[in-house]
């Protein structure tokens, strides 16, 4: 099956046309403007891993993207981000009010998606809620993070873990329950689900400093002064004062967002962030060593690769 | 059992201690501090009154509270409130960032919660999610009447279905799910919580102008120029002028007020919205013809008469 061209479809079914007109356009603004679906996808191909039918998970998968696009809602609106994958943000088109009950009502739908599933319901339902928190969880930690002058690498590890990687082990777990798979291989794909979900937030990181991310201005993770690993790495080295000038800088130059990213270099930031990328592709790559041999196998191995290597 | 206290002790439970920190007080802000509880209530004793066991309907009521309050917190941001049952509603006391949050949070716990129901947890999920959507689409229409001069007194009916009477119909109907009562028990169950909750909102909105009302100011719907039936009904008579001139007058006086109450008094739309009040009552009492005599249908008689003698 055309995976992407189903997801679409039944995204685009899920959140069709209702009243009030603008509270259904601000639900589908975000939606309905595209995106990688990787969520949805690592819930399918990680049942077909198992030996199920992959369209099944299309629900379940629908579900975790309604999460995934409510949390941007949300967050977006706390962070004051006036552009997500090059459009107005929803707040900024429809007013803070809207946006809110927008995400809202995004995630009630999921839940109503959810419930479609046929088997494991409740399980199935329990496990996406407790990530929801969870979800909840990393983002109020990332707020604290930016209250902080140093944030350690343990705690930047777990606030992503809940923030990013939670979703994607959620997406291979479920799409393994749905599939009928063994303990042994849910757990398998849901440990692979979780390393791939830690290494492609440390990538996002690294790409929003090296490469052109669409949708966002080059550099802006340095001018809002995120912390990043590759911050907390270089906070740990002899660059950390003259760091500390320019980062969090919100009018830096063109030139001291280039010495930042000289500094990540030369303090070796950006292999550490990189390496331990890698580390958890290779990690999560090790958990597919469960499964027996399929063409879905060969793309969760593709799909790792993918995380560390995208630019955007 | 003591319904009260198993409802409370069930909601500290389910609400304790997490972290961050910050994001769990926020989250328990709001709920610890008291309530009516009367979702959970209904829901305990439609249970009962298809011969079920009440506490096998305690988590699915607790889950009903939790996206009670949830919605609070979003209102009082979208509305701009800042006082909640007396006390500095959630976005006052965390900030607004953090209420988004917890309320999120709340709504995703709820969801766990009714996770756990042992039966028919797939439509009981359903329908709870349906209804979440159900009460953003109703607070996006009152959000939208503020805007409006005038508003039918059908499209007022329709909000408060979906903003507050949604919740009455899915307590009764989902309690008597669990009960395990025949169809046409949960059906009678459902159209009794509806009408309960229609009776209620509009009891609600009489006693903000009559009564004297705990943890908000009297009068404050007068101050904000609230689309209520009241209003509604005085706006077709010929005091339809005089009341323009201080209806929504933010600095109204305490005379003022009182001006309007006596428009409200002689226009008859004081007595008009008490009857329909008592319309829906006498409907809710309809419905439970349909069940067996027992305790707990004396006790539903009792909470319609309840939803209009209140007075807070």
Known sequence: MDRLKEINEAIEAYLQNGEP?????????????????????????????????????????????LIHTFTLVHDDIMDRDEERRGIPSVHKKFGEATAILAGDALFAKAFEVASEVKENVGILVKNIATMAREIC?????DMSFEEMEE????????????????????AAYGGAIIGGG???????????????????????????????????P????????????MFIHAQKTPYKEKLAKLYGKKEATK??????????????????????????VNEAK???????????????????DFAVKREK
């Open 21 to 65: 007109r603008k509270l259904y356009q601000a639900m589908q603004h975000l939606p309905l403007a595209g995106g990688k679906r990787l969520r949805p996808i690592l819930a399918i191909i990680s049942c077909e891993a198992v030996g199920g039918d992959g369209k099944k998970a299309i629900p379940f998968g629908v579900a975790l993207e």
């Open 137 to 141: 969880e990393g983002q109020q930690m």
């Open 151 to 170: 944030v350690s690498e343990e705690s930047f590890l777990k606030m992503i873990e809940k923030k990013t990687a939670k979703m994607f082990e959620h």
């Open 182 to 216: 063994s303990d042994e291989e849910t757990l398998a794909l849901r440990s692979y689900g979780r390393n791939l979900g830690m290494a492609f937030q440390i990538w996002d990181d690294y790409i929003d400093i090296m490469g052109k991310k669409i949708g966002k």
């Open 218 to 229: 080059v550099g802006s993770d340095i001018r809002e002064g995120k912390k990043t690993l």
């Open 255 to 280: 030139e001291e967002i280039n010495s930042v990213i000289e500094i990540f270099k030369e303090a070796g930031s950006l292999d550490y962030a990189k390496n331990k990328a890698f580390a958890f």
């Open 286 to 304: 090790k958990c597919l060593g469960k499964l027996k041999e399929s063409n879905a196998k060969e793309e969760l191995m593709k799909l790792a």
